[in-house]
């Protein structure tokens, strides 16, 4: 999964969170961030390399079904 495709799906997810009136306060943090550093207007809290990371090891549990 690229970085582009999380910070996709995050929207996506903060987007429904809203409509339901729910909140999400760490997704809509790293979206804010995202945002705030493609503007250069501040430090990635988490770099690419290590979002990608996270995400592989999130599918491959997926894929196991948790196992």
Same mark, same amino acid.
């Given at each position: !999964?690229?970085?582009?495709? =999380? !910070?996709?799906?995050?929207?996506?997810?903060?987007?429904?969170?809203? $409509?339901?009136?729910?909140?999400?306060?760490?997704?809509?943090?790293?979206?804010?961030?995202?945002?705030?550093?493609?503007?250069?207007?501040?430090? =990635?809290?988490?770099?690419?390399?290590?979002?990608?990371?996270?995400?592989?090891?999130?599918?491959?549990?997926? $894929?196991?079904?948790?196992?």
């Amino acid at each position: !999964m690229s970085i582009i495709s =999380l !910070m996709y799906t995050l929207i996506i997810k903060i987007c429904l969170l809203e $409509r339901l009136g729910e909140e999400d306060d760490y997704s809509l943090s790293q979206v804010k961030n995202f945002v705030e550093a493609c503007k250069g207007n501040t430090e =990635l809290v988490v770099e690419p390399e290590e979002a990608i990371q996270v995400s592989v090891i999130i599918d491959k549990i997926y $894929r196991t079904g948790g196992n």
